[in-house]
């Protein structure tokens, strides 16, 4: 249990660390879909 917790606050910490990364990544990736969804219209 005690391993699960840590490991579960080390992934948090990522996560807060990351979050402007993947939010970013995030934002790419919906432009590239958006495009090639105009781009079939």
């Avoid at 660390?17 to 879909?33: C, H, P, Q, S, V």
Wanted: charged fraction near 10%.
């Amino acid at each position: 249990m005690q391993t699960m917790t840590k490991g579960f606050r080390g992934v948090s910490t990522l996560v807060t660390l990351n979050w402007d990364r993947m939010l970013t990544t995030a934002a790419m990736i919906a432009a590239l879909y958006a495009g090639a969804y105009l781009a079939l219209i």
